[in-house]
T-cell receptor, first 112, second 117 residues
Framework: KNQVEQSPQSLIILEGKNCTLQ??????????LRWYKQDTGRGPVSLTI?????NTKSNGRYTATLDADTKQSSLHITASQLSDSASYIC???????????FGAGTRLTVKP | GAVVSQHPSWVICKSGTSVKIECRSL??????MFWYRQFPKQSLMLMAT?????????EQGVEKDKFLINHASLTLSTLTVTSAHPEDSSFYIC?????????????FGPGTRLTVT
């Protein structure tokens, strides 16, 4: 069983709307959680990285939250743009920083 | 920001031939690099961890004699797919860990699309 579960699998929204992607994990002991954006046919690009003590982190229109107690994270995208269409991958790293667990990703499509 | 390059970005080869993919960290040193493969609409699957100057560590189910990894310097790792078969067709992505910044940030390359005919 994957230790990082993402939902929804896919999402379609209209340009300008907001959306929230979810990530639940069971990786333990926890070191950090990252959100990556992966355009089709490209490598993942880091959006945010959060450690145990961080509850929220923003990167432009992207805001990630982390609840280490419930082992949940979310990625909120504000005022979506067509270029936001991509897969968003949640990656959780174990404490020794060598074991990264990848979620299956959420495929976001932004339509005009 | 840190940049990781891959070469080639795409390659088509015939069954039975070998193909080499290069992964370079352009502006930082990486003692550890990782190789992933990704099938359509699936997430990245770690194939092996490559440490500079030592043998790579392969994940369970990955044939080390088929996927040869060499990490000869702090900025270069190569993945050679030997005796390629059509089922090896996939998107191969490398990443490099930047130890200089102290936060062990990991940067991904743009990927290499391999098609075996």
């Amino acid at each position: 069983k994957n230790q990082v579960e993402q939902s929804p699998q896919s999402l379609i929204i209209l340009e300008g709307k907001n959306c929230t992607l979810q990530c639940n994990y069971t990786v333990s002991p926890f070191s950090n959680l990252r959100w990556y954006k992966q355009d089709t046919g490209r490598g993942p690009v880091s959006l945010t990285i959060m450690t145990f003590s961080e509850n929220t982190k923003s990167n432009g229109r992207y805001t990630a939250t982390l609840d280490a107690d419930t082992k949940q994270s979310s990625l909120h995208i504000t005022a979506s743009q067509l270029s936001d269409s991509a897969s968003y991958i949640c990656v959780v790293t174990a404490y020794n920083n060598n074991d990264m667990r990848f979620g299956a990703g959420t495929r976001l499509t932004v339509k005009p | 920001g840190a940049v990781v390059s891959q070469h080639p970005s795409w390659v088509i080869c015939k069954s039975g031939t070998s193909v080499k993919i290069e992964c370079r960290s352009l502006d930082f040193q990486a003692t550890t690099m990782f190789w992933y493969r990704q099938f359509p609409k699936q997430s990245l699957m770690l194939m092996a961890t490559s440490n500079e100057g030592s043998k790579a560590t392969y994940e369970q189910g990955v044939e080390k004699d088929k996927f040869l990894i060499n990490h000869a310097s702090l900025t270069l790792s190569t993945l050679t797919v030997t005796s390629a078969h059509p089922e090896d067709s996939s998107f191969y992505i490398c990443s490099a860990r930047d130890i200089g910044g102290g936060d062990y940030e990991q940067y991904f390359g743009p990927g290499t699309r391999l098609t075996v005919t």
